[in-house]
Protein backbone atom coordinates (compact mmCIF):
# COMPACT_ATOMS: atom_id res chain seq x y z
CA UNK A 1 0.00 0.00 0.00
CA UNK A 2 1.27 3.26 -1.11
CA UNK A 3 0.69 5.36 2.30
CA UNK A 4 1.31 8.63 1.08
CA UNK A 5 0.34 10.19 -2.04
CA UNK A 6 -1.69 13.15 -2.98
CA UNK A 7 -4.85 14.13 -1.16
CA UNK A 8 -7.87 15.27 -3.67
CA UNK A 9 -10.23 17.85 -2.01
CA UNK A 10 -12.77 18.88 -4.29
CA UNK A 11 -11.33 20.83 -6.94
CA UNK A 12 -7.93 21.23 -5.58
CA UNK A 13 -4.76 18.66 -5.41
CA UNK A 14 -2.24 18.62 -2.68
CA UNK A 15 0.68 17.25 -2.79
CA UNK A 16 1.00 14.88 0.05
CA UNK A 17 -1.84 13.28 2.21
CA UNK A 18 0.12 14.55 5.25
CA UNK A 19 -1.47 17.99 6.74
CA UNK A 20 -0.81 20.55 9.24
CA UNK A 21 -3.30 20.77 11.97
CA UNK A 22 -5.40 24.41 12.59
CA UNK A 23 -4.11 25.69 16.14
CA UNK A 24 -4.80 28.88 18.17
CA UNK A 25 -2.05 30.98 18.57
CA UNK A 26 0.60 28.51 17.05
CA UNK A 27 -0.40 28.06 13.21
CA UNK A 28 -0.08 31.51 11.83
CA UNK A 29 1.84 32.30 8.64
CA UNK A 30 5.42 31.34 9.91
CA UNK A 31 4.89 28.22 11.56
CA UNK A 32 2.54 27.34 8.21
CA UNK A 33 5.73 28.54 5.76
CA UNK A 34 8.37 26.05 8.05
CA UNK A 35 6.04 23.33 8.47
CA UNK A 36 5.71 23.51 4.42
CA UNK A 37 9.44 23.09 4.77
CA UNK A 38 9.20 20.50 6.21
CA UNK A 39 6.73 18.29 4.18
CA UNK A 40 3.07 18.95 5.06
CA UNK A 41 1.14 18.52 1.91
CA UNK A 42 -1.37 21.02 3.05
CA UNK A 43 -1.18 23.95 6.41
CA UNK A 44 -4.62 24.48 8.19
CA UNK A 45 -4.25 28.58 9.95
CA UNK A 46 -5.45 29.08 13.42
CA UNK A 47 -8.96 29.45 13.20
CA UNK A 48 -10.84 32.69 12.58
CA UNK A 49 -14.20 33.96 14.30
CA UNK A 50 -16.77 34.99 11.29
CA UNK A 51 -18.88 37.37 14.09
CA UNK A 52 -15.40 39.52 14.28
CA UNK A 53 -14.66 39.66 10.72
CA UNK A 54 -18.58 40.67 10.38
CA UNK A 55 -17.70 43.67 12.81
CA UNK A 56 -14.47 44.17 11.14
CA UNK A 57 -11.83 42.99 13.93
CA UNK A 58 -8.74 43.98 12.78
CA UNK A 59 -6.52 41.15 14.15
CA UNK A 60 -9.17 38.65 12.82
CA UNK A 61 -8.82 40.23 9.45
CA UNK A 62 -4.87 40.12 9.76
CA UNK A 63 -5.16 36.25 10.39
CA UNK A 64 -6.87 35.91 6.88
CA UNK A 65 -3.81 37.07 5.15
CA UNK A 66 -2.28 34.24 2.99
CA UNK A 67 1.59 34.39 2.29
CA UNK A 68 2.72 33.62 -1.23
CA UNK A 69 4.90 31.08 0.50
CA UNK A 70 2.17 29.29 2.39
CA UNK A 71 0.21 27.28 -0.44
CA UNK A 72 -1.42 25.41 -0.15
CA UNK A 73 -3.31 26.31 2.74
CA UNK A 74 -6.79 25.67 4.47
CA UNK A 75 -8.39 28.12 6.15
CA UNK A 76 -10.44 27.84 9.34
CA UNK A 77 -13.70 29.86 10.65
CA UNK A 78 -15.93 29.07 13.49
CA UNK A 79 -18.96 30.67 14.06
CA UNK A 80 -22.96 29.85 15.03
CA UNK A 81 -25.06 31.90 11.97
CA UNK A 82 -25.16 31.00 8.56
CA UNK A 83 -24.80 34.71 7.17
CA UNK A 84 -21.69 35.41 8.47
CA UNK A 85 -20.16 32.01 8.39
CA UNK A 86 -20.77 32.80 4.31
CA UNK A 87 -19.06 35.95 4.85
CA UNK A 88 -16.31 34.58 6.14
CA UNK A 89 -15.92 31.98 3.99
CA UNK A 90 -15.70 34.33 1.03
CA UNK A 91 -13.41 36.48 2.91
CA UNK A 92 -10.82 33.21 3.12
CA UNK A 93 -11.50 33.01 -0.44
CA UNK A 94 -10.83 36.10 -1.81
CA UNK A 95 -7.61 36.38 0.41
CA UNK A 96 -6.25 33.48 -1.37
CA UNK A 97 -7.06 30.34 0.78
CA UNK A 98 -7.23 27.19 -1.21
CA UNK A 99 -9.99 25.38 1.21
CA UNK A 100 -12.04 26.76 3.53
CA UNK A 101 -12.74 24.43 6.40
CA UNK A 102 -15.73 24.98 9.31
CA UNK A 103 -14.36 24.06 12.94
CA UNK A 104 -17.17 22.13 14.65
CA UNK A 105 -15.07 20.25 17.28
CA UNK A 106 -13.20 22.96 19.04
CA UNK A 107 -13.90 22.03 23.23
CA UNK A 108 -12.76 26.03 24.24
CA UNK A 109 -15.47 26.90 26.40
CA UNK A 110 -15.52 30.70 25.33
CA UNK A 111 -15.93 29.20 21.82
CA UNK A 112 -18.93 26.79 22.57
CA UNK A 113 -20.59 29.94 24.61
CA UNK A 114 -20.84 31.64 21.34
CA UNK A 115 -22.67 28.68 20.22
CA UNK A 116 -19.28 27.21 17.58
CA UNK A 117 -17.19 24.23 17.96
CA UNK A 118 -17.93 21.44 19.53
CA UNK A 119 -21.17 22.20 20.65
CA UNK A 120 -22.22 22.19 17.05
CA UNK A 121 -22.55 18.33 16.86
CA UNK A 122 -25.16 18.53 19.67
CA UNK A 123 -27.70 20.33 16.37
CA UNK A 124 -26.90 18.27 13.76
CA UNK A 125 -29.64 20.29 11.92
CA UNK A 126 -27.96 23.86 12.42
CA UNK A 127 -24.78 22.45 11.54
CA UNK A 128 -25.92 21.46 8.21
CA UNK A 129 -27.20 24.59 8.04
CA UNK A 130 -23.74 26.71 8.23
CA UNK A 131 -22.12 23.72 5.95
CA UNK A 132 -24.64 24.03 3.19
CA UNK A 133 -23.94 28.32 3.50
CA UNK A 134 -20.67 27.94 3.49
CA UNK A 135 -20.67 25.32 0.49
CA UNK A 136 -22.73 27.56 -1.65
CA UNK A 137 -21.04 30.68 -1.12
CA UNK A 138 -17.59 30.08 -2.11
CA UNK A 139 -16.15 28.34 -5.55
CA UNK A 140 -13.55 26.40 -3.41
CA UNK A 141 -13.56 23.48 -1.66
CA UNK A 142 -15.55 23.48 1.52
CA UNK A 143 -14.31 21.22 4.80
CA UNK A 144 -15.71 20.19 8.15
CA UNK A 145 -13.81 19.80 11.16
CA UNK A 146 -15.23 18.15 13.70
CA UNK A 147 -14.85 15.09 16.35
CA UNK A 148 -15.92 11.60 16.75
CA UNK A 149 -17.75 11.46 19.71
CA UNK A 150 -18.58 14.46 22.27
CA UNK A 151 -18.72 11.92 25.10
CA UNK A 152 -17.87 8.21 25.03
CA UNK A 153 -21.76 7.37 25.22
CA UNK A 154 -22.73 8.02 21.48
CA UNK A 155 -20.15 7.86 18.64
CA UNK A 156 -21.03 10.09 15.83
CA UNK A 157 -18.34 10.26 13.39
CA UNK A 158 -19.90 8.54 11.09
CA UNK A 159 -23.32 10.31 10.95
CA UNK A 160 -20.94 13.71 11.01
CA UNK A 161 -19.20 12.50 7.92
CA UNK A 162 -22.28 12.20 6.23
CA UNK A 163 -23.75 14.91 7.15
CA UNK A 164 -20.92 17.00 5.72
CA UNK A 165 -21.42 15.20 2.61
CA UNK A 166 -24.64 15.53 1.90
CA UNK A 167 -24.13 19.11 2.71
CA UNK A 168 -21.65 19.69 -0.04
CA UNK A 169 -18.09 19.49 1.95
CA UNK A 170 -15.64 18.27 -0.14
CA UNK A 171 -13.85 16.30 2.82
CA UNK A 172 -13.73 16.08 6.56
CA UNK A 173 -11.01 15.90 9.49
CA UNK A 174 -12.43 13.72 12.33
CA UNK A 175 -10.30 14.05 15.92
CA UNK A 176 -10.51 10.63 16.73
CA UNK A 177 -11.21 11.52 20.18
CA UNK A 178 -13.94 12.65 22.01
CA UNK A 179 -14.48 16.21 23.17
CA UNK A 180 -14.52 15.52 26.73
CA UNK A 181 -11.04 13.88 26.23
CA UNK A 182 -10.03 17.28 24.40
CA UNK A 183 -6.26 16.29 23.77
CA UNK A 184 -5.72 13.00 26.29
CA UNK A 185 -6.30 9.41 25.49
CA UNK A 186 -5.58 7.23 22.69
CA UNK A 187 -7.53 8.22 19.37
CA UNK A 188 -10.06 5.44 18.54
CA UNK A 189 -8.78 4.17 15.38
CA UNK A 190 -12.11 1.84 15.00
CA UNK A 191 -14.12 4.86 15.10
CA UNK A 192 -12.36 6.42 11.83
CA UNK A 193 -12.47 3.59 10.18
CA UNK A 194 -16.40 3.18 10.32
CA UNK A 195 -16.33 7.25 9.02
CA UNK A 196 -14.16 6.32 6.20
CA UNK A 197 -16.51 3.51 5.42
CA UNK A 198 -19.81 5.69 5.23
CA UNK A 199 -18.84 8.13 2.79
CA UNK A 200 -17.43 8.50 -0.59
CA UNK A 201 -15.65 12.08 0.44
CA UNK A 202 -12.21 12.09 1.98
CA UNK A 203 -12.43 11.29 6.04
CA UNK A 204 -8.66 13.16 7.14
CA UNK A 205 -7.65 11.12 10.56
CA UNK A 206 -6.53 13.70 13.30
CA UNK A 207 -5.96 12.85 17.07
CA UNK A 208 -2.40 11.67 18.95
CA UNK A 209 -0.39 11.48 16.11
CA UNK A 210 3.00 12.14 17.21
CA UNK A 211 5.22 9.78 15.34
CA UNK A 212 5.12 7.51 12.26
CA UNK A 213 3.29 4.17 13.63
CA UNK A 214 0.22 6.33 14.71
CA UNK A 215 0.24 8.04 10.85
CA UNK A 216 -0.09 4.73 9.45
CA UNK A 217 -2.41 2.88 11.63
CA UNK A 218 -4.72 5.97 10.82
CA UNK A 219 -4.19 5.26 7.15
CA UNK A 220 -4.34 1.62 6.73
CA UNK A 221 -8.05 1.89 8.71
CA UNK A 222 -9.03 3.85 5.43
CA UNK A 223 -7.81 7.67 5.87
CA UNK A 224 -6.75 9.29 3.22
CA UNK A 225 -5.30 12.09 5.18
CA UNK A 226 -3.43 12.62 8.20
CA UNK A 227 -3.59 15.63 10.32
CA UNK A 228 -0.42 16.64 12.75
CA UNK A 229 -1.32 18.78 15.66
CA UNK A 230 0.53 18.97 18.61
CA UNK A 231 3.55 16.91 17.45
CA UNK A 232 4.38 19.52 15.12
CA UNK A 233 5.04 22.46 17.36
CA UNK A 234 8.51 21.74 18.26
CA UNK A 235 9.22 19.67 14.96
CA UNK A 236 7.57 21.23 11.99
CA UNK A 237 9.65 18.27 9.66
CA UNK A 238 7.39 15.48 11.52
CA UNK A 239 5.87 15.42 8.34
CA UNK A 240 9.11 14.40 6.16
CA UNK A 241 9.93 12.59 9.49
CA UNK A 242 6.71 10.28 8.56
CA UNK A 243 7.50 10.21 5.09
CA UNK A 244 11.26 8.86 5.76
CA UNK A 245 10.13 6.19 8.15
CA UNK A 246 7.65 4.88 5.65
CA UNK A 247 10.75 4.81 2.80
CA UNK A 248 12.84 2.91 5.83
CA UNK A 249 15.10 5.88 6.51
CA UNK A 250 16.33 7.97 9.45
CA UNK A 251 14.29 11.37 10.57
CA UNK A 252 15.86 14.72 9.43
CA UNK A 253 14.82 16.26 12.92
CA UNK A 254 15.95 14.58 15.73
CA UNK A 255 19.39 15.90 16.50
CA UNK A 256 19.48 18.67 18.89
CA UNK A 257 21.62 20.09 16.05
CA UNK A 258 18.94 20.00 13.63
CA UNK A 259 16.02 21.16 15.43
CA UNK A 260 17.83 24.38 16.83
CA UNK A 261 18.58 25.06 13.23
CA UNK A 262 14.99 24.68 12.19
CA UNK A 263 14.19 27.01 15.30
CA UNK A 264 16.28 29.33 14.20
CA UNK A 265 14.75 29.64 10.52
CA UNK A 266 11.09 29.95 12.13
CA UNK A 267 12.79 32.91 14.53
CA UNK A 268 13.33 34.36 11.56
CA UNK A 269 10.24 33.63 9.60
CA UNK A 270 8.66 35.41 12.51
CA UNK A 271 10.62 38.64 13.00
CA UNK A 272 10.44 38.85 8.46
CA UNK A 273 6.79 38.92 9.28
CA UNK A 274 6.26 40.67 12.70
CA UNK A 275 8.82 42.86 13.43
CA UNK A 276 11.75 42.23 15.81
CA UNK A 277 9.87 42.80 18.63
CA UNK A 278 7.02 41.16 18.27
CA UNK A 279 8.60 38.02 16.24
CA UNK A 280 11.06 37.73 19.05
CA UNK A 281 8.17 37.59 21.78
CA UNK A 282 6.32 35.36 19.79
CA UNK A 283 9.41 32.87 19.32
CA UNK A 284 10.01 32.84 23.23
CA UNK A 285 6.62 30.85 23.89
CA UNK A 286 7.86 27.67 22.24
CA UNK A 287 11.08 27.80 23.23
CA UNK A 288 10.38 24.54 25.48
CA UNK A 289 9.74 22.66 22.95
CA UNK A 290 12.52 23.50 20.67
CA UNK A 291 15.97 24.00 23.17
CA UNK A 292 15.88 20.44 25.06
CA UNK A 293 17.78 17.48 25.23
CA UNK A 294 20.75 18.17 25.15
CA UNK A 295 23.84 19.54 27.67
CA UNK A 296 23.44 22.99 28.77
CA UNK A 297 19.74 23.76 27.18
CA UNK A 298 18.14 24.82 30.19
CA UNK A 299 21.57 27.88 30.29
CA UNK A 300 21.08 28.85 26.58
CA UNK A 301 16.73 28.69 27.30
CA UNK A 302 17.51 31.13 30.12
CA UNK A 303 19.70 33.49 27.98
CA UNK A 304 17.51 32.99 24.81
CA UNK A 305 14.49 34.69 26.95
CA UNK A 306 16.13 37.78 28.03
CA UNK A 307 17.21 38.41 24.46
CA UNK A 308 15.68 41.23 22.13
CA UNK A 309 17.90 41.27 19.19
CA UNK A 310 17.87 38.56 16.06
CA UNK A 311 21.27 39.49 15.75
CA UNK A 312 21.59 38.65 19.43
CA UNK A 313 19.95 34.96 18.82
CA UNK A 314 21.60 34.17 16.18
CA UNK A 315 25.06 35.17 17.82
CA UNK A 316 23.60 32.44 20.37
CA UNK A 317 22.59 30.03 18.43
CA UNK A 318 25.59 29.78 16.39
CA UNK A 319 27.67 29.38 19.68
CA UNK A 320 25.46 26.78 20.61
CA UNK A 321 25.36 24.98 17.57
CA UNK A 322 29.68 25.25 17.42
CA UNK A 323 29.73 23.56 20.34
CA UNK A 324 27.41 20.85 19.89
CA UNK A 325 29.11 20.19 16.60
CA UNK A 326 32.38 20.04 18.12
Sequence with gaps: MNLIHPLKIGSFTAPNNLVLAPMAGITDSP?????LKGGAGLVCAEMVSAHALHYGNEKS??????????????????????????EAA???????????????????????????????????AKLGRLLEAAAKSVKIPVTLKT?????????LGSRLAKLAEDCGCAAVTLHARAAVD??????????????????????????????????RKFLEAGCAGVMI????????????????????KE??????????????DLIRENVSYYGERIGVNRSRKTAGYWIKDFPNASEMRGLFVRLDTLAEIEKLFAETLARLHA
Excluded at 31 to 35: D, K
Excluded at 108 to 122: D, E, H, P, R, S
Excluded at 192 to 214: H, Q, R, W
Aim: net charge neutral; with cysteine.
Design 31 to 35: FRVLC
Design 61 to 86: GRMLQVNPKEHPVSMQIFGSDEATIA
Design 90 to 124: KNAEARGADIVDLNAGCPVKKINKAGAGCVLMKDE
Design 147 to 155: RIALTHKEL
Design 182 to 215: VHSGAPNIEALSEACAAVKIPVIGNGGVLEADTA
Design 229 to 248: GRGAIGNPFIFKDIINAFEG
Design 251 to 264: PVSKSPEKRLEIYL
